[in-house]
C-alpha cells in the first residue's frame, strides 16, 4: 500500500533553514506527482510546492518563491522541501502527499483536494 510520512520539523529562528523529508513505501516517486501542502493555525490547507518530475516546471506558492525548494531521492524513495530564509509566516504543520496518475502540470496538484495520498504531518514553528 502507498504510505507517506513526514519529519524534520522543528523550531527555528527566523530567517533559519530546515529541510523536510518525506519517505514513502509501496510506491515508485517517479510515477507519481508529488508535493508539501502546510496548514497554519486558524487557516486553509494551501498548496507549497509541487511536481510531475521536473525541477524547471515546479510550482511554488507564490509567497515561498526563491526560498524553497522541492526535490526527490529516487534512489531512497524520498522527497524533500529545502525552506530558507523562513518567516514567522511559514510556521504550519507540513504535509508530503503524491498523486497517481500523473497527467497534468505541476500547478495542478497543489489545488486543494487533489493529491489522494498524504502523509501525516510536521510541525514548523518559526520564531520572530
Known amino acids: 500500500e502507498v504510505q507517506l510520512q513526514a519529519s524534520g520539523g522543528g523550531l527555528v529562528q527566523a530567517g533559519g533553514s530546515l529541510r523536510l523529508s518525506c519517505g514513502g513505501s509501496g510506491f515508485t516517486f517517479a510515477d507519481y506527482a508529488i508535493g508539501w501542502f502546510r496548514q497554519a493555525p486558524g487557516k486553509e490547507r494551501e498548496g507549497v510546492a509541487c511536481?510531475?518530475?521536473?525541477?524547471?516546471?515546479?510550482y511554488y506558492l507564490e509567497s515561498v518563491k526563491g526560498r524553497f525548494t522541492i526535490s526527490s531521492d529516487n534512489a531512497k524513495n524520498t522527497m524533500y522541501l529545502q525552506m530558507d530564509s523562513l518567516k514567522p509566516e511559514d510556521t504550519a504543520v507540513y504535509y508530503c502527499?503524491?498523486?497517481?496518475?500523473?497527467?497534468?502540470?505541476?500547478?495542478?496538484?497543489?489545488?486543494?483536494?487533489?493529491?489522494?495520498?498524504w502523509g501525516k504531518g510536521t510541525l514548523v514553528t518559526v520564531s520572530s
Open positions: 511536481s510531475v518530475g521536473s525541477a524547471l516546471s515546479a
Open positions: 502527499a503524491a498523486h497517481w496518475p500523473k497527467l497534468y502540470g505541476s500547478s495542478w496538484y497543489c489545488r486543494e483536494n487533489v493529491m489522494n495520498y
